[in-house]
C-alpha cells in the first residue's frame, strides 16, 4: 500500500464514546499532521509531530489527544466529544525542506450525536 | 499573523479558463501551495511556487508575485473533472506548517 492512508473512513459516535482514528504513511517522511475540515471553513492546524515528538498543538481542546508511535503511524484518540466536533479529519505527512509539500490521506468523516 | 483569502465560487464552461485568486498576509513568507480537492477525497498537491514568476504544468499554471501577496492558479482547457475544489495555502520561513484559505469551488458545466 501506498501514500497515506487513514481508518475508518467513517465514523459516527456519541458524546460520551471514546474512539481513534489512525493514519498510517508509507512515504518515508517525519513529520505529520493532524487537520479538522469543517464545512465552508479553512483546513484547520491541530497537532503536528516531527521525528515523533509533537512539535505543534494548536490549542485544540484536551479531549482531542493525539499520539505519535513511530515515523510511519499517528493516532487521534477522541473522548467525550461535542457534536460542534462533527467534520472531516484529515492526517498528512511530509518531510522537511525543499518543496515540503504535504501528502494528505482520504479522512475519516466524523459525525458526534 | 496569517490571512488568506480567495473566492468561494467560480463556475465556468468546459473548454474555457478559469482564474482562481489567492491573498496572503503571512509573517515571514517562505512559499504558496496550490491544492486540489474532490469531494469526499484527500486534497493532492498541484504546484508549489516560492519565486516571483509563472510555473507552468500541463494545463495547469501557478503565478506568484511576493511583493503584492498575490497568487493565482490558472486552468485551461477546462474539463469536467476538474471540478473540485481548489485550496490556497501559505508557509512561513523555517517552518513546515501551512495555513490554508477556505478553498474556491470551480463548478465546470457542459
Known amino acids: 500500500e501506498t501514500g497515506v492512508t487513514q481508518t475508518p473512513r467513517h465514523l459516527v459516535m456519541g458524546m460520551t464514546n471514546k474512539k481513534s482514528l489512525k493514519c498510517e504513511q508509507h512515504l518515508g517522511h517525519n513529520a505529520m499532521y493532524w487537520y479538522k475540515q469543517s464545512a465552508k471553513k479553512p483546513l484547520e492546524l491541530m497537532f503536528v509531530y516531527s521525528l515523533e515528538e509533537r512539535v505543534e498543538n494548536n490549542s485544540v481542546p484536551s479531549r482531542f489527544s493525539p499520539e505519535c508511535p513511530n515515523s510511519s503511524h499517528l493516532f487521534l484518540h477522541l473522548h467525550t466529544l461535542q457534536p460542534e466536533d462533527s467534520a472531516l479529519y484529515l492526517c498528512?505527512?511530509?518531510?522537511?525542506?525543499?518543496?515540503?509539500?504535504?501528502?494528505f490521506g482520504p479522512g475519516t468523516r466524523l459525525t458526534v450525536l | 499573523g496569517q490571512n488568506i483569502d480567495q473566492p468561494t465560487e467560480m463556475t465556468a464552461t468546459e473548454g474555457a479558463i478559469v482564474q482562481i485568486n489567492c491573498t496572503y498576509q503571512t509573517s515571514g513568507f517562505n512559499g504558496l501551495f496550490w491544492y486540489q480537492q474532490h469531494a469526499g477525497e484527500a486534497p493532492t498537491f498541484l504546484s508549489y511556487n516560492v519565486l516571483d514568476g509563472l510555473e507552468e504544468k500541463g494545463r495547469f499554471s501557478s503565478f506568484l508575485s511576493r511583493s503584492k501577496g498575490y497568487s493565482y492558479l490558472l486552468l485551461k482547457e477546462l474539463q469536467m473533472k476538474d471540478s473540485a475544489s481548489y485550496l490556497c495555502a501559505a508557509r512561513r520561513s523555517n517552518d513546515y506548517k501551512l495555513s490554508f484559505g477556505a478553498g474556491t469551488t470551480v463548478t465546470v458545466r457542459a
Open positions: 498528512a505527512s511530509s518531510s522537511p525542506g525543499g518543496g515540503g509539500e504535504q501528502f
